[in-house]
């Protein structure tokens, strides 16, 4: 496909690029990979025909904002239990979760935004290439600050600390806020939408990125924002005529 294309070659170009480059290039870090993150839209919001996508630098910002929720009071509203005590706020180190929150991104200003609806190919080779692109601005940033940013990324990919599993929370609690926000800007009323324009935020809700990640939230905080957002979602939808399917809201985990 087009995307698959441009994914590769764009990947190919970028690596040739910092490649060349001196290592701990602080210059380079900051405005090449950096500032990469900035100007690299959100695939999936591309693929929805989104006016103004939001970049990835965009996204990892409101994530630390996420991140900071967790400073707040401890005993606030949230229920923890046997099996969700793990996720008390008092167990989670927040300096590494906002470290991991702001940099979990970072991959992308070499490897690119693959994600799901990326071909094949593309998705299996999607690890490889993060992990080669974390390598690579691990060179040219230095350690120990290289280290730190490719061990936190390879944390985060783990899934098995609780730092890493807010952080995967946060991903996706922000990307159906943003979707939510897409659809309130953009989305016609039903009457007015026209059906034959499919994935297109203007004339069709963004259902997939809800159902994709209606059992996906597992932190009592962010289950509970994102079910409140979904709420707040489906009475927007309702009053411009579109329905809200079982699947795109919050299921049991």
Not at 84 to 105: A, C, E, F, G
Not at 106 to 125: F, M, N, R, V, Y
Not at 133 to 154: H, S, T, Y
Request: aromatic share 8%; net charge negative; proline share 4%.
């Amino acid at each position: 496909s087009n995307i698959t294309v441009m994914h590769f070659s764009a990947f190919l170009t970028t690596l040739s690029v910092y490649l060349a480059m001196p290592s701990h290039d602080y210059l380079s870090f900051i405005s090449n990979i950096c500032g990469k993150l900035k100007t690299i839209k959100r695939t999936g919001w591309v693929r929805s025909g989104v006016p103004l996508p939001e970049s990835d630098a965009d996204h990892m910002h409101r994530c630390c904002m996420c991140a900071m929720l967790l400073q707040q009071d401890e005993n606030g509203k949230e229920q923890y239990g046997d099996s969700t005590i793990k996720y008390h706020p008092s167990k989670v180190d927040k300096n590494k979760l906002l470290k991991m929150t702001v940099s979990h991104d970072l991959c992308e200003a070499l490897a690119g935004d693959i994600t799901p609806h990326c071909s094949k190919e593309l998705i299996q080779s999607k690890y490889a290439k993060e992990e080669a692109a974390m390598e690579e601005i691990r060179k040219i940033v230095g350690d120990p600050l290289g280290l730190e940013l490719f061990e936190l990324w390879k944390e985060y990919e783990a899934q098995e600390t609780v730092e890493a599993i807010y952080c995967k929370d946060i991903d996706k609690f922000e990307m159906i806020v943003q979707a939510y926000e897409y659809e309130a800007a953009h989305l016609l009323h039903k009457n007015e939408a026209d059906p034959s324009k499919t994935g297109d935020v203007c004339h069709e809700p963004l259902r997939s990125f809800f159902c994709s990640t209606n059992k996906a939230i597992k932190t009592p905080l962010f289950r509970r924002l994102d079910r409140e957002q979904r709420q707040r979602r489906e009475v927007m939808l309702k009053e411009r005529g579109w329905e809200v399917t079982t699947e795109e809201r919050q299921a049991d985990t």
